[in-house]
């Protein structure tokens, strides 16, 4: 156990769909993350947040739509993906945002587009 | 700018094999360095980490050295056993960018898979 909670584990979705990613830490961070790994690239920066603002927007196409509405919770909202944007999307959170802190990883959602 | 390369993999070894997988990094400055281990089916979890040149980072029997004159953040392991089958990260210095000028935060990793 990390101290970072996301939900669901599993996801299938079809193109049309909305849905949304949840990832909740109690390891009172001020810092949060999300993150994209599929098997052909290596694990991938989508967004930053720190202290609820976000701070890093890695190119990320505007299907993907973060939200922290507190420094305990972060969302990714989903909708009319592509089967490309399967993968395992990992949340993660550290004390700051620097360089030199430690961050803490959930175990993923894994997502599937149809 | 800053940047790192990864050894890529996979890695496979027999058990009580030696280890090494390669990590080299260009920064202005010294950053800290940190080497993330993903198990399957979890998230990354730290395994070590290094704060300034020299400084040696252990733990599960894993150790990586600091190298200022190398740049170097290279992982080992005397004897690994079938339990280390795992994706290995070398987390680059913050604000490290790939060559399309991205955001890059951790390493390519490199998958060990260890045989009994």
């Known amino acids: 156990e990390t101290g970072v909670t996301q939900t669901p584990r599993h996801l299938v979705m079809g193109m049309t769909n909305k849905k949304s990613l949840k990832c909740e830490q109690h390891?009172?961070?001020?810092?949060m993350y999300w993150y994209k790994q599929s098997a052909k690239k290596p694990l991938e920066l989508m967004f930053v947040y720190s202290l609820e603002e976000r701070v890093e927007n890695n190119s990320v196409p505007s299907r993907f739509s973060p939200e922290c509405p507190n420094s305990s919770h972060l969302f990714l909202h989903l909708h009319t993906l592509q089967p490309e944007d399967s993968a395992l999307y990992l949340c993660?959170?550290?004390?700051?945002?620097?360089?030199?802190?430690?961050?803490?990883f959930g175990a993923g959602t894994r997502l599937s587009v149809l | 700018g800053d940047s790192v390369t990864q050894m890529e993999g996979p890695v496979t070894l027999s058990e009580e094999a030696f280890l090494t997988i390669n990590c080299t990094y260009t920064?202005?400055?010294?950053?800290?360095l940190f080497w993330y281990v993903q198990y399957p089916g979890e998230g990354l979890q730290l395994l070590l980490k290094a704060t300034k040149a020299d400084d040696k980072g252990s733990n599960k029997g894993f150790e990586a050295t600091y190298r200022k004159e190398t740049t170097s953040f290279h992982l080992e392991k005397g004897s690994v056993q079938v339990s280390d089958s795992a994706v290995y990260f070398c987390?680059?210095?913050?604000?490290?960018?790939?060559?399309?000028?991205?955001?890059?935060?951790f390493g390519g990793g490199t998958r060990l898979m260890v045989k009994p």
């Open positions: 993660a959170s550290s004390l700051g945002a620097g360089g030199k802190n430690i961050q803490y």
């Open positions: 987390a680059p210095p913050k604000g490290t960018l790939d060559n399309a000028g991205n955001m890059l935060t």
């Open positions: 920064a202005t400055g010294y950053p800290s």
């Open positions: 390891l009172g961070h001020n810092a």
